[in-house]
């Protein structure tokens, strides 16, 4: 189009909300349309399913305006709206304050550049700061608005100019999807419902001879089976297994949460005044009131042990009470199991034999519950015990052991615990934290602990612990363990949770 010298300048000055508006609507019917191809693939492929038509679905690029894009098509280029709002005498000028109140200034700025080059606009010779006209350019070709027309109009452009409207953000591609259909072999005007089961009526009647059947559709992904599916905790003890499996364990036997404190501490010289064993730190089980049975000859050197001490070492110095070994609390700790076995390997039959145990099971704990603590967690516990065992064996069995759940680069610290010496803590690197944090417990077993249990001289039992719970929650990215245990679990996501493969 050539716009006539004449035309107004003010229908130049569009404003710019109705070209946005203009470009909504443009999104808006390119939505309905991509909604109206869904819906209609569907139809097609319902209907070619019962093979009433077939179709093949093509796919084009074209091109679409903007909204800046449409509103240039509409109302003309920056540069065409400057030159319509300049006099249409070249000798008059028209001053920034005047175009002003006609274009926006970001239209103005674009403008003036284009105007220039385009030789329509010239700066006014004599009226210092006034914009003319070009002598002599009575009528201007719009050719940018031209071409976003034909855009608009047919969604045609050559391949230099789409390239260009597309730098400029006037112009942008889109996908359109068209499907050709063809009459299928079972074509008719009507569908029929199609049966989808084979009943007793239609056998006995024999109507299944003429009754139409929906075909099979082997593309259908089928309905889930409900099945039972692992807790995240448990695929992770699984993996846990498997790695003490193949590092040649046997796992200990842990279906007793209910343990004496004979077992849980004082076998292990936990004095009896230790604030583990305060009522604080620790569930008591009320009934029964007491163990039934704990070994009296053994139970007599833990006794010695406590009171005077012996393989070198002072012991505790109290009277050691029976009536507190025979408490019973819910575990706290694994190593209560632990301890059960070393004594049995003391004792067993043919003599002691080298072992490796481990178990991974739930302790209880009387502390305050928050994000990442509960009352009760899983405990994953080993023990080795062999002849002249030393702290660097524990070391360097720990790299081994954390290296195979992808934990490598450990740090040990000196730590406390009352049944080994030395004990280390066990940090590892955490890149997402930042910082070291603590992995795990451990240490060498005090002979305060083996010797009376009767564990030959030279052998000696390294241990760790660590809980379950922790690396549970990193692999699965949980950050709260009321997540992971509890009635907030998400059951759908426990079904979904992935299995875990360490590293
Ligand atoms: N029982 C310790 C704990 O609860 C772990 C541990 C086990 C430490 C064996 C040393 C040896 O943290």
Known sequence: ????????????????????????????????????????????????????????????????????????????????????????????????AKLGELLTPAVLKIAQGKAFAKRWVRKHPTAAGELARVPG??????????????VRDAGETSEKEAAEYKKRKLVAPRKL???SVTKGPQFALKVEKLETDLTFEMLQSGAWREK?????????EGAAPAAGALHPLLKVR????????????????TNRFVESSFWCFDSLFVPQQHAA??????????????????????????????????????????????????????RTHTTAVSAAMLYKLANAPG??????????????????????????????EGVVADYNITLGDLIGFMQIFFAKMGVTDLRFKPAFNPYTEPSLEIFSYHKGLGKWVEIGNSGMFRPEMLRPMGLPDGVNVLGWGLSLERPTMIRYGINNIRELVGHKVDIDGVERAAAVRFP
């Open 351 to 380: 003599g002691f034999q080298p072992a490796k145990m481990f178990s991974i099971d739930r302790v209880f704990r009387n502390e305050a519950v928050d994000a990442t603590h509960l009352a009760e967690f899983h405990q994953v």
């Open 212 to 220: 139409p059947f929906k075909k099979y559709n082997f593309n259908a």
């Open 238 to 253: 699984e993996e846990f297994r498997n790695i003490f499996f193949e590092m040649g364990f046997t796992e200990m036997p």
């Open 137 to 150: 350019v009575d009528a201007i070709e719009d050719d940018t608005a031209l071409a976003l027309q034909r």
């Open 1 to 96: 189009a050539l716009y006539p010298a004449a035309e107004t300048a003010h229908a130049a000055a569009s404003s710019s909300s109705s070209a946005d508006d203009a470009g909504a609507r443009v999104e808006a019917e390119l939505r309905a349309r991509a909604d109206w191809q869904l819906g209609l693939q569907a139809t097609l492929s319902s209907l070619a399913s019962r093979e009433m038509v077939a179709y093949s679905v093509h796919e084009q690029t074209t091109l679409v305006l903007t909204p800046e894009g449409y509103s240039i098509a509409r109302d003309g280029s920056h540069e065409a709206r400057l030159w319509r709002a300049l006099p249409a005498d070249a000798e008059q000028g028209a001053s920034m």
């Open 277 to 330: 064993r305060d009522v604080q730190d620790t569930f008591f089980v009320k009934d029964p009131p007491a163990a039934k049975h704990i070994p009296e000859d053994y139970l007599a050197r833990v006794t010695q042990v406590h009171e005077e001490g012996g393989f070198g070492s002072t012991g505790y110095r109290y009277p050691f009470s029976r009536s507190v070994t025979e408490k019973l609390v819910l």
């Open 177 to 179: 999807v068209y499907f």
